[in-house]
């Protein structure tokens, strides 16, 4: 039994399992102000308290639906490792504080026979995009299969067929990790924000890693939703200097949903 053990846990969240319990209990018991049904998310994945007040409202959506999911795929970009396309883990659990997450092998075995993606362990192993989502999925679903999935260099299409291949039914969750725009001026950055969201809300998956950190793993999602007549919810656009930072060089974070 191989783990990829937690490389961020005590910087980014909590590293003790009751503080980390109580502080992501506490970011999702704030009320629900869009009541639709996520197919996908996405979500921030800065620390925790500059903004998990964000990706909560994203994750408070999943409280009706809890008991259905049994299955999350989540992508997130490559911090570390230059990578070209999409790379998963040998891992057979994600650990965190809160404890093992089980990996969807089954659906791992699928893509590799695929050919569309490959296994670096070095591009998980100190990948933080995917990590901070996994105890808010701990604290918001019952009982789940994870997919993980370290994006690097791949075209929209790609990541369009990998997330095709693994859609599943009303069991899956799709979650993409990307903060925003990084390091301008607070009213620079909310102007460049409103501007990416503006092409996330019409679909349009030509984003730029200047825009979103998670950009490629957006872009593909955003071309299987048009083609499949979703729709895209702004949830919450923020930024650092609205949660825990200076406004002089902010981070710029933003939930949305697809459903």
Request: aromatic share 6%; hydrophobic share 40%; charged share 20%.
């Amino acid at each position: 039994m191989l783990r990829r053990e937690p490389a961020v846990a005590g910087m980014f969240y909590p590293g003790n399992p009751q503080d980390l319990k109580e502080q992501v209990d506490n970011f999702l018991l704030g009320e629900r102000t869009q009541h639709i049904i996520p197919k996908a998310l996405i979500v921030p994945h800065a620390g925790y308290i500059y903004s998990g007040a964000i990706a909560a409202t994203a994750y408070r959506l999943l409280q009706p639906i809890t008991h259905q999911l049994s299955r999350v795929i989540l992508l997130g970009p490559s911090h570390h490792v230059p990578l070209a396309g999409l790379s998963t883990s040998s891992a057979t659990f994600f650990s965190t504080p809160l404890g093992d997450i089980p990996i969807d092998q089954s659906g791992i075995n699928a893509l590799l026979k695929l050919s569309l993606i490959d296994i670096s362990d070095e591009a998980h192993q100190l990948e933080h995009s995917l990590e901070v989502q996994l105890p808010f999925l701990q604290q918001a679903i019952d009982r789940f299969q994870l997919l993980p999935l370290v994006v690097g260099n791949a075209n929209a299409e790609l990541v369009a067929e990998v997330l095709r291949c693994t859609w599943g039914g009303d069991e899956t969750l799709v979650v993409v990790s990307s903060d925003l725009s990084h390091y301008h001026p607070y009213k620079e950055a909310q102007y460049l924000d409103r501007e990416t969201t503006t092409m996330i809300e019409q679909y349009d998956s030509r984003l730029v890693g200047t825009q979103a950190c998670g950009c490629n793993a957006i872009n593909g999602l955003l071309k299987l939703a048009k083609n499949e007549r979703m729709t895209v919810r702004t949830l919450d656009l923020r930024n650092s200097g609205d949660t825990a930072g200076d406004k002089e060089s902010v981070v710029g974070y933003g939930a949305y949903a697809i459903y």
